[in-house]
């Protein structure tokens, strides 16, 4: 297992070593432990059995005996030609811990709040809701753009959930368009699947169904929350929503800042200087590299005649760049940039970012 040596914790679920056994009785009889009590044991929070407490991160609550048993029987049942005498010790071993006490119950369907800690419990989540949804899944994906082994990665099941009459609607940045892997998935997936893109998004979401929510609890998405309360899904399903009508769909041109030499997203990247914050959270939002980034402020700074940052500030103040792309400014580009009469407007056209 990962995180330690297998000499050192040779068992899995259904085979406790000592100091395992005797914080996750501990933890069954008391309702939940300090997560200090497992750092000696980390093989309890690898195999799902302790998870940290939604009400207070630094206590870890036991998955009750019973759902473990049914987990496990559930994996030996797939297996069952080799695997009889495993079946046997997984009951074995956990009728005994159901017995300690009546603190801990089977969670009931649907759970309104689950704490997934680590990449497999959280995969599995997914994965378990993926086979379950009937009718939609919406996401929201932010980042730049995506890798082509992350898409190829889950076409199989997306093309399964099509199979089944599934449809899909994601949200993307606008810097995702220039993934040809993403191009390829959409074209893929036919009239199943939907695509948007916003100047930036928010945090990962996953809906299925309108029932179940994923959304990372921590800043590297290691820890995840599985959401069933129909309130909290409710409210995500508005947040989706929204940003799904601001969306500009992936087939469709990007639109004109109006004003010549600006692109889209440096017009978003002015708008977001314009607010006050650095190159590193600009980029981050934008889904782009800082080098990246800086590269265009730099373009910026050129096209607008700005020879520092603060002077910059002020030429975007200026052309009108300080508010959401679309809003008109109150001088145009040409009065910042030069006091000569402003040429004749040109021709309105799609410009790429």
């Known amino acids: 297992m990962a995180g330690h040596r297998t000499d050192t914790h040779p068992h899995g679920a259904d085979r406790l070593c000592e100091g395992g ?16 009590d497992a750092e000696a044991v980390p093989c309890l929070l690898e195999l799902a059995l302790l998870h940290p407490d939604p009400d207070d991160m630094g206590w870890l609550v036991p998955t009750s005996p019973q759902e473990v ?18 079946m046997g010790a997984a009951v074995s071993a956990f009728e005994w811990y159901a017995g300690l006490g009546g603190r801990v119950q089977a969670p009931a369907e649907g759970a309104a709040i689950r704490v997934l800690d680590g990449l497999p419990r959280i995969h599995a989540a997914i994965d378990g809701a993926t086979e379950a949804c009937r009718t939609e ?13 992350e898409l190829s990665e889950g076409l199989h099941r997306a093309l399964e959930m099509r199979r089944r009459g599934v449809r899909m609607r994601d949200l ?12 390829t998935y959409m074209e893929l997936m036919g009239e199943a699947a939907e695509a ?16 179940v929510a994923f959304i990372p609890a921590n800043e590297d998405r290691t820890v995840a929350l599985e959401l069933r309360h129909p309130a909290l899904v409710d409210y995500l399903v508005t947040v989706f929503e929204r940003l ?6 992936l087939a469709a041109p990007l639109p004109s800042t109006g ?39 730099a373009r ?18 200026q052309a009108g760049l300080d508010g959401p792309p679309g809003s008109t400014g109150p001088t145009e580009l040409s009065q910042v940039t030069a006091p000569a009469p402003a040429p004749a407007p040109a021709p309105r056209s799609p410009t790429g970012l």
């Open 21 to 36: 056994d005797r914080v996750y009785s501990r933890a069954v009889r008391r309702g939940r432990v300090p997560r200090s």
């Open 300 to 317: 910026l700074s050129e096209t607008l005649g700005a020879a520092s940052r603060t002077q910059l500030g002020v030429r975007i103040a």
């Open 196 to 211: 948007r893109t916003l100047d930036e998004v928010v945090e990962r979401l996953i809906l299925f169904d309108r029932k």
């Open 244 to 249: 799904w009508r601001l969306g500009i769909p």
């Open 137 to 149: 899944v919406l996401t929201v994906q932010p980042g730049g753009i995506r890798r082509e082994d």
């Open 259 to 297: 004003i010549e030499g600006i692109t889209h997203r440096e017009r978003s990247i002015a708008a977001l200087l314009a607010e006050g914050h650095q190159d590193a959270v600009v980029a981050e939002r934008l889904g782009i590299s800082v080098r990246t980034c800086r590269a265009h402020i």
């Open 172 to 183: 993307y940045t606008h810097v995702a368009r220039h993934g040809q892997g993403l191009h």
């Open 69 to 86: 048993m049914t987990r496990l029987l559930r994996g030996v049942y797939e297996e069952v030609s080799a695997s009889q005498s495993r």
